[in-house]
Structures are given as C-alpha cells and as structure tokens.
C-alpha cells in the first residue's frame, strides 16, 4: 500500500513546528509536511470533522498562513499599483478577496485584504507563497511602506452553523459582525482580531491571535459543547464542496484569475483603469472572455477522480481536473476543472479519465454545496 | 495461516487458495474509503506489484499483491460498501482472492507477530 499522491511539501527544508504543535498531538492529530510546517491532517477521521463542520462547529489552525501588515505614506496608491482592489472603497472593518498577480497576469497568490482603523492594511496570504509574497510585494512597493510580518501571531479559524453561538460566549461583540466584516476584540483578556470569514462555505471567523495565547484559547473554544479540532483533510473537501479555489491547485502563475472566475477579485474601478500587473491581458479577457473556463463536475459512480485527470468530450481532450475528490455531504465524488470555455456550461456532459477508465461527468454549477455565510437578520 | 506484508497487505492462505486485504494500520492511515478498485477474475498479478487501488477521501493508494498469482475472485460486497474496509479490513473487507504461484514467496512475509512488531517500530 502506497500513496499515489503526496501532501503539498517543501522538500529537503527542515519543517517548523506550529504554535498548537503539542496541543495538535494531545488531541490525537495526525501530522504531515504541508506548506513548510508540520500540520494536523486529521484527528477522528476526515469525513466526521467534515460533517462536524457542516453541522456544528470546526477549529482549525490556520497559523501557517503569512499574516502582514503594510503602512506608511500614501498607501492605497502604492497598493493600488501591486493589486486589483479598489482601496478607496475599503473601509475600516471591511474585509476584501484580492489576488496577487504578475506582469502577464497568472496568479502568484490569493489573499485576503483587510482595512484597520489607523488606515494601515492586514494581509493573510497562503503559508506556502508567503515568503515569495513577501518578496514580489517588498520589491514592488516603495521604500518607504513598511512591511511588518506578523510571524509572533497564530490564526485560528472556527466554521460551522454554530460557531457564532460558541464565540459570542467569550467574544459577546463579535455576534454583531457580518460576512467579510472584522474588529479588534479581548478574548479571555488577550488582544485579537476577529474577522467574520473563512474557507469553508458556512459562516464562520478567522481569529488572529498572540500566538504564546494560542493553546489557550484553543482549549477554551473546544471546551464549547460545539466545537471540535478538524484537520488540513476536511478543510480540503469543505472547500471544494463550497466551490472554493486552493492556490497551487486551482491556481497558479499558469492560470488567469478571469478563466478562474475570479473576476470579483478585480475590483471594478480597476477593470477600466488597469494600473495593476498583468492589467493589459486581464482586461482584455474580461471584455473577450477567455479559451477555458475554471467549472464544477458531478461525476457518475463512487471513484473520485483527482488533480491531472483529464476531462473529454467524446476522443477530445478539453479539460484538466485541479482539485477533485470524494464529497463527504453529496456522498458523490465532484471536481473542478479547467474545460474549453464551450463546454462550460451546467449541463455540459463530458467524461473524466482515471486510470483508463472514463467516468461520466456533468458540468455542475458551484457551489456544491450551498454558502451559508451571514449577511445580517 | 496469515502472513502481512511491509506495505500492509494481509494475505490468508487455506489450501491452494489466499485471500487478500490491507490491515487495520493500513485503514486507519488511508482514513474513510469511498472506493476501491479491485483487479478483474483472471488478471495476474506479481509479487510487490499493483494489484489494486483504494480511493480514500483524502487520495489514491495503490495496493500491491504479496506474492506471485491469479485473480479467482473479488469481494463484491465493497463495491456497495466500501467503507467495510474501514470496519473489518482483516475481515469482510478483504479484497480478492488469488492462486499460490509459488508458495516458497509467503516464507519472505511476516506472521502476526512480527507484523505487529513492524507496526509499532513505525
């Protein structure tokens, strides 16, 4: 018995230890290489967090990620300049989906943009493009933006239909935040922020915290009847349940964020402006369209088919599957791939190849599984 | 008698005829199957090579035969429930059943304790 794929590792570098490293293992984690550091898989099983998730409510550790931070004198133009996003209408407390991109417009990154109140702006990048981020943005900006890397803070994601319930009993304030909203909160008398996000498709928070707090407040939250640690392995199937791109997979410097169906992360003073890396294509495949399309697939049967299948049409190859797998809530294998634009719409039926074998597939329209984020009562 | 493999194949022999399956380490590693692709009736299938592939939520792993055969028979109730190699893989879930091309393979295996041994080195 073998595995024919292998988690996501940086090879021949000595992996760090996260904050939770101990607590991970007293929990009964798994542990495996992801993204340079030694992170938890699963603890009872993947397919019980997933539904644990969708049900009540997940902690995962997410300290991996690069959480930075940028200030100094005209800040929006300089960032305006290495992003898509439309700062000007980034409020203090406002949460934004923007991308990292290079000159020919692939994706180097995607990450999350948040406006604080002294103007300044908090990133969260991927934990396995952070250093590169880190690069391609200091060389980008001007000297005099200061780039903090906040690598002393730990971040702590809790997901799930109960999760507000479990937080508003520690944080009561942070009940009132909504979809892509943050603030600054105490949380048992540690300083926090808390944005009312996530990587899972249901409502949930994302909790940058100290990370000498990290233990503790991990204990405190799953101390909550609702709460329990989930691992890297159902983070991965909630995500593609909900439809949701993962950097590296999904996108790359191959890919366009518009072929991505990302057209949201390109804000829409930008879309006519440009003044961002790579502007020239990204505009033009937003006014032409693009030769394929990133789609969901249903596929026939039980057998998932993975990363690099390949997806036909009748002998035709017009596709390659980038993340794909067993969907623990459709009790179905789905997947998401990279088709012809022509073959891109829901219904579409098309076939996938695992090991010689062909799989009927329908092209599904995603989320698979239906958001659930909050938006306000 | 039952002889396991280092790739955590199990492999029970009775008379000319051996069953085989992935033992509960092997399961637990592998976490909730969702599929298992077993060989057909008649493939033959060598020693330390693929003889099958089990789908887990999280991936693909190959299975490989412990010793030289042909393919008698396959385990069709995991074609239904594949999850029972989660539950009983050193039982119900066994895989397939094969002929004994040479029984002098089985004397490189490991019996029960020594497999036991292997696991907890691990």
Known sequence: MSDQTSEDQIEDLPLDKLALDAWHRAQGARMVPFAGYEMPIQYEGIVAEHSWTRESAGLFDVSHMGQLLLSGPDLDAAVEAVLPIDLSTLKPGQQRYSLLLDEEGGVLDDLMVSRLDDGSLYLVVNGATKWDDIGTLREALPDDITLNHLDEQALIALQGPKAAEALARHVPEAAALTFMKFGRFTLAGHPVQIARAGYTGEDGFEISLPAEAATEIADLLCGEPEVKPIGLGARDSLRLEAGLPLYGHDLSPETSPIEAGLLFGINKRRRTEGGFPGAGRIIREINEGTPA????????????????????????????????????????????????????????????????????????????????????? | ??????????????????????????????????????????????????????????????????IDGEVTETNGALEDDPALVNTAPEGEGWFFKMTIADAGQLEGLMDEAAYKDFVASL
Do not use: N
Request: glycine letters at 12%.
């Open chain 2, 1 to 66: 008698m039952r002889y396991f493999t280092d790739e955590h194949e199990w492999i029970d022999v009775a008379g000319d005829v051996a069953t085989v399956g992935i033992t509960d380490y092997a399961q637990g590693q592998l976490g909730d199957i969702v599929f298992v692709e077993l060989p057909a009736v008649g493939t033959t299938v060598e020693k330390g090579k693929d003889a099958a592939v089990v789908e887990s939520v999280k991936a693909a792993s190959d299975v490989y035969a412990p």
């Open chain 1, 293 to 377: 399309k990133w789609i969901g697939l249903k596929i026939d049967g039980r057998l998932p088919a993975r990363e690099g299948a390949e997806v036909f049409d009748g002998t035709e190859k017009v596709g390659t599957v980038t993340s794909g797998g067993f969907s623990p809530t459709l009790g179905a294998p789905i997947a998401m791939a990279y088709v012809a634009a022509t073959y891109a719409a829901p219904g579409s039926a098309l076939e996938v190849e695992v090991r010689g074998k062909r799989l009927a597939a329908t092209v599904s329209p995603t989320p698979f599984v239906p958001h659930r984020y909050y938006r306000g009562s």
